[in-house]
């Protein structure tokens, strides 16, 4: 497709819920991020995969929390027995750089808003 | 590790008048620096960015931003704003590939209003 899409755009989830979101990035983009931004806030940093590795998870605020990329293109984060917490938006970006950062442009989706109730 | 500090929540002004929205960032190491928009209900789409070279950059949307290392700021303007341009505004560093470190750090945003 033409940018980031992300699904699903909305979700209500009653806590203590499963929830998984989807990322699909850019054709042949290497790099794939997942931002958490919470209502009123900048977003922040989740996790990051270069193709299928993920190689920077320090951003995940739980053991509740999992993110993968199997197959190096499509992405999912997961979120475990879902808290109060965990209700904001969850941006995916992608870019082309691969293994070296060139300071490619991100591109981001237009998240997935999760409330949890 | 890298902060960056939006110092204004919230910028009103009036249409055709000229805006700075401030952003001031601590590292201890060379980073890149960028400026996105998010409209509402969007996600953040990129205004400019700096690398290196001239500290002056010029954007989309007529929007432009000064790179002033000894003060550590990346301020953006605009000589004239829109009703259009009302949106929120996030200042974001990122270390260049010696730190390892690919991900954007993002300030809390100010919120650029504007009033016919």
């Known amino acids: 497709g033409a940018g980031v899409s992300q699904s699903p755009r909305y979700k209500v989830a009653k806590r203590g819920q499963d929830v998984a979101l989807r990322c699909d990035p850019i054709s042949g983009h290497v790099s794939l991020f997942w931002y958490q931004q919470a209502l009123g806030q900048g977003p922040e940093f989740l996790t990051y995969f270069q193709n299928e590795a993920q190689l920077d998870k320090s951003g995940l605020p739980s053991d509740r929390f999992f993110a993968e990329r199997p197959e190096g293109s499509v992405s999912t984060l997961k979120i475990q027995r879902t808290q109060q917490e965990d209700s904001a938006v969850y941006l995916c970006?992608?870019?082309?750089?691969?293994?070296?950062?060139?300071?490619?442009?991100?591109?981001f989706g237009e998240g997935s808003w999760l409330t949890v109730v | 590790a890298q902060s960056v500090t939006q110092l204004d929540s919230q910028v009103p002004v009036f249409e055709e008048a000229p805006v700075e929205l401030r952003c001031n960032y601590s590292s201890s190491v060379s980073v890149y620096l960028f400026w996105y928009v998010q409209y509402p209900n969007q996600g953040l789409q990129l205004l400019l960015k700096?690398?290196?070279?001239?500290?002056l950059v010029k954007g989309i949307n007529g929007f432009e931003a000064e790179f002033n290392k000894s003060q550590t700021s990346f301020h953006l303007r605009k000589p004239s704003v829109h009703i259009s341009d009302t949106a929120e505004y996030f200042c974001a560093v990122s270390a260049p590939m010696d730190t390892g470190r690919r991900a954007l750090t993002f300030g809390s945003g100010t919120r650029l209003q504007v009033q016919p």
């Open positions: 970006a992608s870019s082309l750089e691969g293994q070296g950062f060139s300071g490619n442009t991100i591109y």
């Open positions: 700096y690398l290196s070279g001239s500290t």
